[in-house]
Structures are given as structure tokens and as C-alpha cells.
């Protein structure tokens, strides 16, 4: 079992650059999020997904979109680059929010912008 | 606002010194408690769901319980590979997101 994959594990960007962080699940789950975790600080919400076509803020949103065209994939979009987004990103998913609520995590994208 | 601390940040333990980890909550209607493990370079990994004061899971060496305001990792008869970073967050009824506390650093020596 795959699980949740995230690509690319690591990069480094430079100031005004975009990138996509690739992730999917292969669990069919319904719930995808997007997470950012520095150092010293509990995971915080950037963007999440209830299903296919339905995306919201989470408590961090700005500088970053998101898409959910497919239940599998929920690919984050960093636009303009700054340093403040240097950090690394989780991908989770979920099946349920009333039962099965555990989230999977993918294994992280560390990003630093420089 | 929803808040999570976990106490104490960091804990070192010598193999077979048992302890506990805290996690003390702020939060309008708690639907669940869950507690993960990181291990460094990776994702959290599930451990636990608790849902009401009083209960109670265990997973080998490790016992989860909640009370109305926080709840505790008890672990027994550490070993080495216990070493991780343990993860606390809840999520209420007013929406299904998780908040997560700044995690608790364990390293246990041999």
C-alpha cells in the first residue's frame, strides 16, 4: 500500500519562484489537507479538501493554492516564493470526519527558499 | 481559539525508566484526541483516538488516558526505539480539523 505520496521530498527555490508539491493517496479517502510544520511549532492548516472539486482555507492559506480535480490528488501551489515559507509541507488524508477520522501523512517535502 | 500544549518539550530516558508525556487542551466541544508519532524525516503516524474523560488505549508500551482537560502518554519500560517525537491534536464539533500542540521530543538510551 502506497498510502499518501508526496513529490519532491526536497527543493530549494529561490524568491519569486512557483512550485507545485505533488500529492495523492490511493486509500479513496474523501478528506485531503495540506500541512505546514517548523521548528518548535505544532502542524498548522494551510488548505483542505472535502471531495473532489471542494477546497477551503485552513488557518495559514496565504501565498499558496490549491486544486482538487481528482479524489487522488491534492497538489499545493506556492506562488512568489518568500523565505517565510521555508518549511516543511505534509500531505494527509482522511476517510471520514466522523468516524475513521485518523489522518495518514505523507513522508514531507522540506522546502527552503533562499 | 483552540489551544494544545504538550509538556515537557523534550525528554530524555534511560531504557526501562518509565514516564509520562502531557497534553493540556483549550477547546469548545472536543469531538476526539488523537496522538501520533514522528519519527525525524517523516510523517506522523496515528497512534490514538480518544474520545471522552475516562478512556483509556494502550499500544505495547504505550497508554493513552483522557480527562476533561488533558490527557497523558504513559510510557512503560522505554527501549530505544520508543526514541520519537510524540504528537498531540484535537479536533471539536464545530469542524473536523485538527489542532496539533508542538510535540514532545522523547530519546531513550540504552
Known amino acids: 500500500n502506497a498510502g499518501v505520496t508526496q513529490t519532491p521530498k526536497f527543493r530549494i527555490l529561490k524568491i519569486g519562484q512557483s512550485m507545485t508539491l505533488q500529492c495523492t493517496q490511493d486509500?479513496?479517502?474523501?478528506?485531503m489537507y495540506w500541512y505546514r510544520q517548523d521548528p518548535g511549532m505544532g502542524l498548522k492548516l494551510i488548505y483542505y479538501?472535502?471531495?473532489?472539486?471542494?477546497?477551503d482555507k485552513g488557518e495559514v492559506p496565504n501565498g499558496y493554492n490549491v486544486s482538487r480535480s481528482t479524489t487522488e490528488d491534492f497538489p499545493l501551489r506556492l506562488e512568489l516564493a518568500a523565505p517565510s515559507q521555508t518549511s516543511v509541507y505534509f500531505c494527509?488524508?482522511?476517510?471520514?470526519?466522523?468516524?475513521?477520522?485518523?489522518?495518514?501523512f505523507g513522508q514531507g517535502t522540506r522546502l527552503t527558499v533562499v | 481559539e483552540d489551544q494544545v500544549t504538550q509538556s515537557p518539550e523534550a525528554l530524555r530516558l534511560q531504557e526501562g525508566e518509565s514516564s509520562s508525556l502531557n497534553c493540556s487542551y483549550t477547546?469548545?466541544?472536543?469531538?476526539?484526541l488523537f496522538w501520533y508519532r514522528q519519527d525525524p524525516g517523516k510523517g506522523p503516524e496515528f497512534l490514538f483516538t480518544?474520545?471522552?474523560a475516562g478512556e483509556e488505549k494502550e499500544k505495547e508500551r504505550l497508554k493513552a488516558t483522557l480527562t476533561k482537560k488533558e490527557s497523558f502518554l504513559h510510557i512503560t519500560a522505554p527501549k530505544p526505539e520508543d526514541s520519537a517525537t510524540y504528537l498531540c491534536?484535537?479536533?471539536?464539533?464545530?469542524?473536523?480539523?485538527?489542532?496539533f500542540g508542538a510535540g514532545t521530543t522523547v530519546t531513550v538510551r540504552a
Open positions: 480518544l474520545y471522552s
Open positions: 494527509a488524508s482522511s476517510y471520514s470526519q466522523i468516524m475513521n477520522t485518523e489522518a495518514f
Open positions: 479538501s472535502v471531495g473532489a472539486g471542494i477546497t
Open positions: 486509500m479513496n479517502h474523501n478528506y
Open positions: 477547546v469548545s466541544g472536543l469531538r476526539g
Open positions: 491534536a484535537v479536533q471539536t464539533f464545530n469542524d473536523y480539523k485538527l489542532s
